[in-house]
């Protein structure tokens, strides 16, 4: 079987490192893939990196389609995996004349227009990473088939940690502890919610610091808010790390403050190291975070409930161990990179035939 993947997003997110998964283990399976994406971007230098065949694409929406016109041909199937590859994917499908699979990964609505209803119509599958994202569908478009298969984390993550590296991530804060995010700069993960809970904790314990890993659009808006709250030095904008799991397994609590949310991959990170989770309860997150089970819930954009379970978790050292380890066993036995690879084979199956 061979699959050629369509991913057009810029920089790197949960959606990028899941295609990363999944296009690794299937080449280890003996599948071809291959990878059409933004030139120069993180995804084709990484995709490059693990051997993985790409396909540089530009930009531009009439020439992306027509490359991927006259490269589909040559596959089995073309699978889109962001809204704008979608359209690509589908769009060119009068081209290449195979069968188009959409992972669909944010449960925002899509867009009612006679464009969104083209490229669904042409697509031949659509996969959701949660019930929440597939139930959106199904209400907004009237879809009926939309199978859900799950993020997942690479369950092997532990031993590749660096814990020289933990140890000076800890260092560099000594006698603190470390409340950490891991989340793109953007409005929908909602960082001033952490930022006004940060100043809320801080008013009760000074030994806390914020530290945010990530990038994007709203940094500079962001480092004014922390000067504005009086915050700087104990909340820090850290970047974008290639190797962030480190860090995060430097984390005593790990917050996910997002207004909206797919899934939230990044929890399944955190739960898989072992560190104590509080999210907003929004989109698909309860189905990862199960309330006092797993994790923490809070509602969104209420930085005094976010403030007070990231302070129960900083204070009960039996909730943390019990949550913890029903979060990594949950991991490990629902939201594992084979359990999912092994999800999209079956799919992949059945839609070419084999």
């Not at 490269?71 to 060119?92: E, R, V, W």
Request: proline residues 3%; contains cysteine.
């Amino acid at each position: 079987m061979r699959i050629l993947h369509v991913d057009t997003e810029k920089g790197w997110r949960g959606g990028e490192q899941q295609l990363l998964y999944l296009v690794k283990e299937l080449k280890e399976r003996g599948v071809d893939v291959a990878v059409a994406c933004r030139v120069g971007d993180e995804l084709e230098k990484r995709c490059r990196k693990e051997g993985i065949t790409v396909y540089p694409l530009k930009g531009n929406q009439t020439g992306d389609i027509l490359r991927v016109g006259a490269l589909g041909k040559d596959y089995d199937l073309i699978h889109a995996h962001a809204a704008k590859a979608h359209t690509i994917a589908a769009l060119s499908k009068g081209f290449h004349r195979k069968p188009v699979i959409y992972t669909r990964r944010v449960d925002y609505p899509p867009k009612k227009n006679p464009l969104t209803e083209l490229k669904y119509k042409l697509t031949d599958r659509v996969i959701a990473i949660t019930e929440f994202v597939a139930n959106v569908l199904k209400r907004e478009l009237n879809l009926n088939d939309v199978e859900v298969i799950y993020s997942a984390v690479d369950e092997n993550l532990f031993r590749k940690v660096e814990f020289n590296k933990v140890r000076a991530f800890r260092d560099r804060f000594r006698g603190k502890k470390i409340v950490g995010s891991v989340a793109a700069l953007t409005e929908q993960k909602n960082i001033p919610n952490l930022v006004e809970a940060a100043r809320i904790i801080l008013k009760e314990r000074g030994d806390t610091v914020f530290v945010v890993f990530g990038e994007g659009n709203l940094r500079n808006y962001l480092q004014d808010l922390i000067r504005k709250k009086g915050l700087e030095g104990s909340f820090v904008l850290a970047g974008f790390k290639e190797d962030v799991y480190n860090y995060v397994k430097g984390f005593d609590v790990f917050v996910l403050p997002s207004d909206y949310e797919g899934l939230g991959s990044s929890i399944l990170t955190a739960m898989l190291l072992q560190v104590p989770v509080v999210a907003t309860k929004v989109g698909g997150t309860p189905e990862v975070v199960k309330d006092g089970e797993t994790g923490l819930l809070v509602e969104r954009r209420n930085p005094v409930k976010l403030a007070g379970a990231i302070l129960r978790l900083l204070d009960d050292e039996e909730l943390r161990k019990r949550l913890t380890e029903k979060a990594y066993t949950t991991v490990v036995d629902k939201f594992s990179v084979g359990r999912m690879v092994d999800a999209y084979l079956r799919v992949y199956g059945e839609v070419v035939g084999v």
